[in-house]
């Protein structure tokens, strides 16, 4: 199982960004998929999760990022996107897609930092 | 569901035995409760699931007990490399939530 993040960097305050999470070594179609972020020197905070498509391919989010992120997946490319609107500096963070197992965390990816400042 | 990690340090020397604790302010349904371990510079680990259960690959050294609201990481004979971050996470209620963490540190 290997899942590498990438499109972090720096953004100014109101702007936007999308990450990409690329997925290999398992069947990236059956399982829920989540994003998870650590501010600097601080801990883990839950982003959002999509479902599979047999499960709805719903989203769910946490409060903080309600109404400014958007999680989606591309399955033909075995491929997780954090869609980030809206900036601020709180949003700091190296962002980590993880491999959702029955709500736990078995497979992680190496992280992606995003620095939102002007 | 708030999670409350004790202590936040940890002061222990190799081969000692580590009890980090895991509070939750409501009831963690069907033990769904989980410990990570993140080392400085790396992702985070899953050590333990459903409370109790052992990853795949992590050593017999580390348990998982509890229910309901408590909840308890046992390290026994502790390595070098368990010197690290810990972190409990429940998946019984939406949103899913970590706790703050609980930092081994060599003694």
């Known amino acids: 199982v290997q899942l590498v993040e990438s499109g972090g960097g720096l953004v100014k305050p109101g702007g936007s960004l999308r990450l990409s999470c690329v997925a290999s070594?398992?069947?990236?179609?059956?399982?829920?998929m989540s994003w998870i972020r650590q501010a600097p020197g601080k801990g883990l905070e839950w982003v959002g999760r999509?479902?599979?498509?047999?499960?709805?391919?719903?989203?769910d989010y946490a409060a903080p990022v309600k109404g400014r992120f958007t999680i989606s997946r591309d399955d033909s490319k075995n491929t997780l996107y954090l869609q980030m609107n809206s900036l601020r500096a709180e949003d700091t963070a190296v962002y980590y897609c993880?491999?959702?197992?029955?709500?736990?965390?078995?497979?992680w990816g190496q992280g992606t930092l995003v620095t939102v400042s002007s | 569901i708030v999670l409350t990690q004790s202590p936040g340090t940890l002061s222990l020397s190799p081969g000692e035995s580590a009890t980090l604790s895991c509070r939750a302010s409501?009831?963690?349904?069907?033990?769904?409760l989980a410990w990570y371990q993140q080392k400085r510079g790396q992702a985070p680990r899953l050590l333990i699931y459903?409370?109790?259960n052992r990853a795949t690959g992590i050593p017999d050294r580390f348990s998982g007990s509890g229910s309901g609201t408590d909840f308890t990481l046992t390290i026994s004979r502790l390595e070098p490399e368990d010197f690290a971050v810990y972190y409990c996470?429940?998946?019984?209620?939406?949103?899913?939530?970590f706790g703050q963490g609980t930092r081994l540190e060599i003694k």
């Open positions: 409501q009831s963690v349904s069907n033990t769904y």
């Open positions: 993880a491999r959702e197992y029955y709500g736990h965390f078995d497979h």
């Open positions: 996470q429940q998946y019984g209620r939406s949103p899913i939530t």
């Open positions: 070594g398992f069947p990236f179609s059956v399982y829920y």
């Open positions: 459903d409370a109790f």
């Open positions: 999509i479902k599979s498509k047999t499960d709805g391919g719903t989203t």
